[in-house]
């Protein structure tokens, strides 16, 4: 069969890259060979775009066991204890079928997270919808909540933190990325590197549909009169058998019957089985007929396609059939060994011995394109003057606008379907700064966190990579947390776009200079490409999960307000810096301008003194002043715990509006006992950090000088309501 | 005093009540739901999750299991059996407490923490005092208790409702029920009160650092 | 006039419900048993006598609300 430029494009490939694939065979590959090749070859599995501007990220500290390249980053936090965590999208699936979109997300991270021998003890979740105006976003928001909770819930993981935002430029291309993160035994990490020939490959889990088989399968159904049974279909997540399987999976990686697991994830087993032979600089030979189909009359093309989910790959060393099978049937999931490693070095596929296709393994992986795409530097907005002239509402107008937002209202609509608590570790649950999470069985805990900020990277991508980096970092600071590494998740527009591709090298320059400076890696991640549609791209959207270590859970922190009378102290400078603020947004209706600057040295002093305080036992609580400023925070510290303040602007030449809503950078909140406020300046002016004594907390009212003074409970109810009456 | 746990595929929770047995020195077993005995024991629990995926009926397919069998005849014997959330479900499956757990009046799954008020005058709950308010962690889809008023009334006489959702101050209405359950009933007991069933989960509160210990005071009831 | 709308999952869509409630039933003995696919049904009554006019309406029914198109089919049956 002859390979028609048509077929090409609906394997998303350019005419080039077949060029170079033929090249590479030294013939035109055949229709599953080129299903491959386009599986292999898409952005999602080879990052061809974004390779050469990832590797400038750091990946290295003295904690990090297994950085990016393997399912998952893997870190050490002593006693022979390794968390093992990633973050990814699941973008395009959610908004065709949110529910299962979603759904399947959760499912694939945590795959990603046994696979590697750990137990998933927590999920999280960055949401980013389209305007709330747009008419999908409600059913899109319904769906993917439920789609999350449904399936963590099911599985019985922990989802313990994330955030939902809503703003236009995700009309037609929401953004859902999920994170896992589980606990190992550091000297019982599995990787996905294959060792040694002639060993078992073995498929379990559920059985292989014409799931997810992209536009590529339309493509070939011109050839077959049956072609109405070959449309796509959505992947749809089972989470009873993924728990199954992940108890299975543990059960069998108690002994040594594992050379190497790999999860069939996007591209199902032809990703899985080409990473697994590439890494070991092996060859794989499969006999598909044995692959454990849904449907009769399936094709080697679809099955190698196929994104069916909850299923692994596992190289099994000599002998250990019969007794992992033991394991599989107990849980009832498909147990076959469907081919073995070689020594050719090609992926071999048979089909009732019939040679399928016969590929180079380096032609489909380090052979891969990778692309110098052009770009352009994205220009530096100036500041507006005088903004403060242009706001036409009081200030209590204006906080009050602001709790109502959308973005800034109480999201316990979206967390409490969630189950937060299963597993009875959970510490801190969403809402804080980040959630804790105790170590089972242990006296240490690991704090985590997800944190975007779209709007400063898409006004200045340089600041913007650089300020997320930093917002992870002060979360886990605020708990109480060393922080030890984060994983990204990169979410961005067509790379093809000179502007777009340039949003995306100046936040991976943003980002690697603030993960050096702050000594916080990235282990793992995902890039997600061409969000988008006709032209309109999303904002730039990098999603960062922060990872921390609580080594005493007697020194950890929240930013809840413990009792009245206590001082209220805001350590960090504030500028009154208000461009592309929650408040400008809101109250100003302004788009433009540039973000908040970032001073490296004083984000790390300021949070190094943070974290000494806490262990010291000198505050009652903390909280990171992000978007919303100094007002938002300290409204949360108080709605969140029903404890009042009563707070003045110290007398200096900023405004109300810009000391209350500034978005300055590097900046905490905290609540300390009246006696502990010498020995606190004290250190504080010892380390030259500057701090502002705004007030004190005091009983069931929220105060501001003589121009704000509300209940509490009130407050509350304006913060809750958005969510109630969408 | 020995206590089993029984563990359905799907369940999620059972290492959760484990913990909790622990603390309280129970010689606790774990069972497999394709067991067909059961060990000797003082108290049986069927714990939270989703057995089966909740796929058909929440509880349907585990109350058909072989070990529910057995269950079923320690009931009759006289064994104590706590059904936590899904458990609760499945024993109203089995017909060993009566009644029907609905979807939430919301349609969405729950989590939040909740007060309830304890009626103590049966076996699981004799540590805590009469009326007592404590707060435990609700995490359900389908925890809407129904029957008929006649049953409500029946169980209110022969004080068979262990836990009603109330508020902090022991107020139990509408506005303090969070799923739509009839008469506000988060816990019932059969009539012979050795069997009782309740959506909250006990085991989630036994830890000062997670929230409190209020759940405590149920297994330490049953421990004496 | 009174319609019945069944709704079932697409054939290749995987049914994890039908999936389970299969081998329960097989665990329980029921050894003929092949293959089960779950869906849902409904019994829809419209003040309308004209056939084609019904079966219009309900059609509309199934694509706005009903039935997810992504996944599922449905079936309508006037009775």
Redesign the interface.
């Known amino acids: 069969m002859k390979i028609s430029d048509n077929i090409i494009e609906k394997h998303g490939l350019k005419k080039d890259e077949f060029q170079k694939i033929s090249k590479l065979l030294n013939r035109e590959p055949n229709l599953l060979e080129l299903g491959v090749f386009s599986a292999m070859w898409n952005e999602h599995c080879s990052y061809k775009s974004s390779k050469l501007h990832l590797k400038k990220l750091p990946t290295k500290n003295e904690y990090v066991i297994q950085g990016p390249g393997e399912n998952a980053g893997v870190i050490d936090i002593g006693d022979n204890d390794a968390i093992v965590f990633k973050i990814e999208s699941h973008n395009h699936p959610s908004f065709i079928e949110p529910y299962q979109g979603a759904a399947t997300g959760v499912g694939g991270i945590l795959r990603d997270v046994f696979t590697m021998g750990a137990r998933p003890i927590a999920l999280l979740n960055s949401l980013h919808f389209g305007d709330i105006t747009n008419k999908k976003t409600k059913s899109l928001l319904n769906g993917v909540v439920s789609g999350i909770g449904g399936y963590g819930n099911c599985i019985g993981i922990p989802t313990v933190g994330g955030e939902t935002k809503f703003h236009k430029s995700y009309n037609e291309n929401i953004l859902v990325n999920a994170m896992a993160v589980g606990h190992a035994d550091k000297r019982k990490i599995f990787y996905s590197k294959a060792r040694g020939v002639n060993k078992s490959v073995v498929y379990v889990g559920s059985k292989t549909g014409r799931d997810g088989i992209h536009g590529a399968s339309m493509a070939s159904a011109e050839f077959d009169e049956k072609s109405e049974e070959k449309k796509p279909t959505v992947q749809v997540g089972d989470p009873f058998t993924e728990k199954l399987l992940l108890e299975a999976c543990l059960e069998l990686m108690k002994d040594d019957s594992i050379i190497s697991i790999q999860d069939m994830g996007a591209a199902g087993l032809t990703s899985s089985s080409v990473e697994m032979a590439f890494k070991g600089g092996l060859g794989m030979e499969l006999d598909l007929e044995k692959v454990p189909c849904r449907e009769k009359n399936m094709t080697p093309y679809e099955m190698m396609l196929s994104e069916s989910q909850e299923r692994m790959l596992i190289i099994l060393n000599d002998g250990k059939e019969a007794n992992a099978k033991k394991i599989f049937d107990k849980w009832d999931l498909d147990f076959v060994v469907i081919g073995k490693t070689t020594n050719t070095n090609k992926l071999t596929l048979k089909y009732n011995d019939k040679v399928e296709a016969d590929i180079p393994i380096e032609a489909l992986s380090s052979k891969a394109p990778i692309y110098d795409r052009k770009w352009k530097k994205t220009k530096k907005q100036n500041k507006k003057r005088d903004l403060i002239k242009t706001i036409n509402l009081s200030f209590r107008d204006a906080i009050f606008k602001i709790l109502k937002s959308p973005n800034q209202s109480n999201k316990s609509w979206v967390t409490k379907q969630y189950d937060q608590l299963v597993m009875n570790d959970t510490l801190l649950r969403s809402g804080s700064d980040s959630a804790i999470v105790r170590i089972h069985n242990k006296e240490k805990a690991i704090a985590l966190t997800v944190d975007s900020s779209a709007n400063y990277c898409n006004s200045y991508p340089l600041t913007g990579g650089k300020q997320i980096v930093c917002e992870s970092w002060r979360n886990l600071i605020s708990v109480g947390a060393k922080p030890i590494s984060i994983t990204n998740c990169l979410n961005f527009g067509n790379p093809e776009n000179p502007e777009i591709m340039g949003q995306l090298v100046e936040t991976i320059d943003g980002m690697r200079e603030a993960c050096e400076y702050l000594n916080f890696p990235v282990v793992s991640g995902n890039v997600s490409l061409y969000n988008g549609t006709n032209k309109k791209n999303i904002f730039p959207t990098p999603v960062i999960g922060g990872v921390g270590l609580i080594e005493n859970l007697n020194k950890i922190s929240d930013h809840k307000f413990k009792k009245t009378g206590s001082k209220i102290l805001v350590i960090g400078k504030t500028f009154g810096h208000l461009d592309q603020t929650v408040f400008s947004n809101e109250i100003l209706s302004l788009k433009n301008g540039p973000p908040p600057e970032i001073n490296l040295i004083n984000e790390k002093n300021n949070g190094e003194i943070i974290y000494d305080f806490i262990k010291k036992n000198l505050v009652n609580a903390v909280h990171d002043v992000s978007s919303g400023g100094i007002i938002l925070a300290l409204l949360e510290m108080s709605m969140h715990s029903g404890i009042g303040a009563k707070i003045a602007k110290p007398k200096h030449s900023l405004n109300q509006f810009e000391y209350f809503f500034g978005e300055d950078q590097g900046r905490y909140i905290i609540e300390i006992d009246e006696q502990n406020l010498n020995k606190v300046e004290e250190l504080l002016e010892k380390s030259s950090i500057h701090y502002d004594k705004i007030g004190h907390t005091q009983i069931d009212e929220f105060q501001i000088e003589k121009d704000f003074r509300e209940k509490i409970i009130d407050l509350n109810k304006l913060n809750n309501k958005w969510y109630n009456n969408y | 005093m020995r206590s089993t746990v029984i563990v359905f595929p799907g369940s999620n929770c059972d290492r959760d009540i484990a913990v909790a047995l622990k603390k309280l020195q129970f010689k606790n077993e774990m069972v497999w739901h394709k067991d067909s005995e059961l060990p000797k024991s003082d108290l049986i629990v069927i714990p939270g999750g989703f057995s089966y995926g909740d796929y058909l009926r929440s509880g349907a397919i585990a109350a058909k299991s072989t070990i529910l069998k057995e269950v079923i005849k320690s009931a009759e014997r006289g064994c104590l059996i706590l059904g936590v959330c899904n458990g609760f479900q499945i024993l109203i499956e089995t017909g060993l407490l009566k009644g029907a757990l609905l979807r939430n009046k919301n349609l969405k799954f729950i989590n939040d923490d909740v007060y309830l008020k304890v009626n103590n005058k049966n076996r699981f709950c004799k540590k805590y005092s009469n009326n007592q308010i404590i707060k435990l962690n609700i995490a359900h889809n389908e925890g809407n208790y129904f029957t008929s008023s006649d049953h409500v009334k029946n169980m209110q006489d022969q004080e068979l409702i262990a836990f009603q959702y109330s508020n902090n101050k022991g107020d139990v209405n509408e506005d303090y029920n969070p799923n739509g359950s009839m008469a506000n009933i988060a816990g019932i007991l059969n009539e012979k009160k050795n069997i009782l069933g309740m959506m909250p989960h006990p085991e989630r509160m036994t830890d000062k650092l997670i929230v409190n210990e209020d759940g405590l005071g149920l297994f330490s009831s049953i421990l004496n | 006039m009174k319609v019945a709308v069944t709704i079932t999952?697409?054939?290749?869509?995987?049914?994890?419900?039908g999936?389970?409630?299969l081998?329960?039933l097989q665990n329980?003995g029921m050894k003929t048993l092949s293959n089960i696919r779950q869906g849902k049904y409904f019994e829809i009554e419209i003040e309308e006598t004209n056939q084609e006019i019904v079966k219009k309406d309900v059609d509309s029914m199934c694509k706005k609300l009903l039935a997810?198109l992504?996944?599922e089919d449905y079936k309508i049956d006037i009775i």
């Open positions: 999952l697409k054939k290749d869509v995987l049914d994890p419900q999936k389970v409630v081998h329960t329980m997810n992504i996944i």
